[in-house]
């Protein structure tokens, strides 16, 4: 399985490239999974709903399965956060796993960079696995490649070929 990381600070444009790789790559005909990494409290689930009264009764895990999807949520309790190749161990097989954030995880990534975000602080210079960076301006004294944010096309080429995808 390969994996590439979209990283970067709070509202740089992370989800929206990610969800774009996604598109773009299965267009290519790839298989592609992701992982996100939420730094707050987050719940997927809905206050009444029959799987919501579960994990809320004490449910370890709680698997929702249908004709069209299925989805498993685990509770930690008191677990310590898995680390990302734990998570990567319980996926599907597939062609490439997009993992958004996951900052200080050792896979290659690119650094995404926006006017707007949070916070400017190049990371490239602290981080040896960002192997390129898409940012919405103009970027330089870099060493790595600079896509402009847009460029989804180009930066699916770039991931491909930087993980052996590409044939």
Same mark, same amino acid.
């Given at each position: 399985m390969k994996v590439f990381g979209v990283t970067g600070w709070k509202n740089c444009g992370k989800t929206t490239l990610t969800e774009r790789?996604? +598109?773009?790559?299965? $267009? *290519?005909? !790839? !298989?592609? +999974? /992701?992982? $996100?990494h939420a %730094? %707050?409290?987050f719940d997927i689930d809905k206050e009444g709903t029959d799987s919501f009264r579960h994990r809320v009764a004490g449910a370890a895990e709680v698997a929702i399965v249908s004709d !069209? *999807?299925?989805?498993?949520? %685990?509770?930690? !309790?008191?677990?310590?956060?898995? $680390?990302?190749?734990?998570?990567?161990?319980r996926l599907s097989s597939c062609d490439l796993v997009l993992v958004e954030g996951y900052k200080r995880e050792a896979h290659l990534k690119i650094e995404c960079r926006r006017l707007g975000a949070k916070d400017a602080t190049p990371l490239t210079s602290k981080d040896p696995t960002?192997?390129?960076?898409?940012?919405? %301006?103009?970027?330089?004294?870099? /060493?790595?490649?600079?896509?402009?944010?847009?460029?989804?096309?180009?930066?699916? /080429?770039?991931?491909?070929? *930087? /993980?052996?995808? $590409? +044939?």
């Amino acid at each position: 399985m390969k994996v590439f990381g979209v990283t970067g600070w709070k509202n740089c444009g992370k989800t929206t490239l990610t969800e774009r790789l996604v +598109s773009e790559l299965t $267009k *290519r005909g !790839r !298989r592609v +999974s /992701t992982v $996100k990494h939420a %730094h %707050h409290d987050f719940d997927i689930d809905k206050e009444g709903t029959d799987s919501f009264r579960h994990r809320v009764a004490g449910a370890a895990e709680v698997a929702i399965v249908s004709d !069209r *999807r299925w989805a498993l949520m %685990h509770e930690l !309790r008191g677990e310590a956060e898995p $680390k990302l190749d734990e998570v990567l161990a319980r996926l599907s097989s597939c062609d490439l796993v997009l993992v958004e954030g996951y900052k200080r995880e050792a896979h290659l990534k690119i650094e995404c960079r926006r006017l707007g975000a949070k916070d400017a602080t190049p990371l490239t210079s602290k981080d040896p696995t960002i192997v390129a960076i898409a940012a919405d %301006h103009q970027v330089s004294g870099e /060493t790595v490649p600079v896509f402009n944010l847009d460029d989804v096309a180009a930066i699916a /080429t770039f991931i491909e070929d *930087r /993980t052996g995808l $590409k +044939s």
